[in-house]
């Protein structure tokens, strides 16, 4: 059975850091993609951060210079390094991988504010 459980999420004041963690079980995670999405209140899911098998990247627009997605497959962990966080940032992060077939988190709220 496939698991991801993301962690670290929470409040954090506007230019504050967090790091999400997302633990994966039940794949072979050296050959798995993974990324990070996230979906705001009333908005459609979007991708946040990928990572492929072999290490290269893409961010959204939105998050690049910002963010970084990095993994330990050593450890079956990806993570998601959030710097100058904006109160729009606010979203339920999800974690997702993909091996063959595509599997979900079930999320981890991040709240940007004041």
């Known amino acids: 059975q496939v698991r991801l459980v993301e962690s670290g999420g929470g409040l954090v004041q506007p230019g504050g850091s967090l790091r999400l963690s997302c633990a994966a079980s039940?794949?072979?995670?050296?050959?798995?993609?993974m990324g990070w999405y996230r979906q705001a209140p009333g908005k459609e899911r979007e991708l946040v951060a990928s990572?492929?098998?072999?290490?290269?990247?893409n961010y959204a627009d939105s998050v690049k210079d910002r963010f970084t997605i990095s993994r330990d497959n050593a450890n079956d962990t990806v993570y998601l390094q959030m710097n100058s966080l904006k109160p729009e940032d606010t979203a339920v992060y999800f974690c997702?991988?993909?091996?063959?077939?595509?599997?979900w988190g079930q999320g981890t709220q991040v709240t940007v504010s004041s």
């Open positions: 997702n991988a993909q091996m063959f077939n595509e599997y």
């Open positions: 039940g794949i072979i995670f050296r050959i798995s993609a």
């Open positions: 990572i492929t098998s072999g290490g290269s990247t």
